[in-house]
Nanobody
Framework: VQLQASGGGLVQAGGSLRLSCVFS????????MGWFRQAAGKDREFVAA?????????KYADSVKGRFTVSRDNAGDTVYLQMNSLKPEDTAVYYC????????????????WGQGTQVTVSS
């Protein structure tokens, strides 16, 4: 499995960004997907997850609820993270991840990681 994340960049506080992660190397549908982030000097933390079904259930970290939305396009083998009302504390490298067992994503131990994409929010 390979995961290619993109869409990061520099944005002012209050702005929006949309991250994308393209899945390849296996059939997409059986995989639950997640987004994580790691700020400088901090541990990697869970951001959001979406179950394998199109329109499936979602989970979010408390810090991003109401501002971030995770979605997936099973026809396009892609998962998205729409980030609105961005704050300086959202600055981090964002990673997408995949696993056929949702539990492993929720405990920060997915089987597959993509490379990160940098998100920087200026105040």
């Amino acid at each position: 499995v390979q995961l290619q994340a993109s869409g990061g960049g520099l944005v002012q506080a209050g702005g929006s960004l949309r991250l994308s992660c393209v899945f390849s190397g296996d059939t997409f549908i059986p995989y639950h997907m997640g987004w994580f982030r790691q700020a400088a000097g901090k541990d990697r933390e869970f951001v959001a997850a979406i179950s394998r079904r199109s329109g499936g259930s979602t989970k979010y970290a408390d810090s991003v609820k109401g501002r971030f939305t995770v979605s997936r396009d099973n026809a396009g083998d892609t998962v998205y993270l729409q980030m609105n009302s961005l704050k300086p504390e959202d600055t981090a490298v964002y990673y997408c991840a995949a696993d056929q067992t949702l539990h492993y994503i929720l405990i920060n131990s997915p089987g597959y990681w993509g490379q990160g994409t940098q998100v920087t929010v200026s105040s």
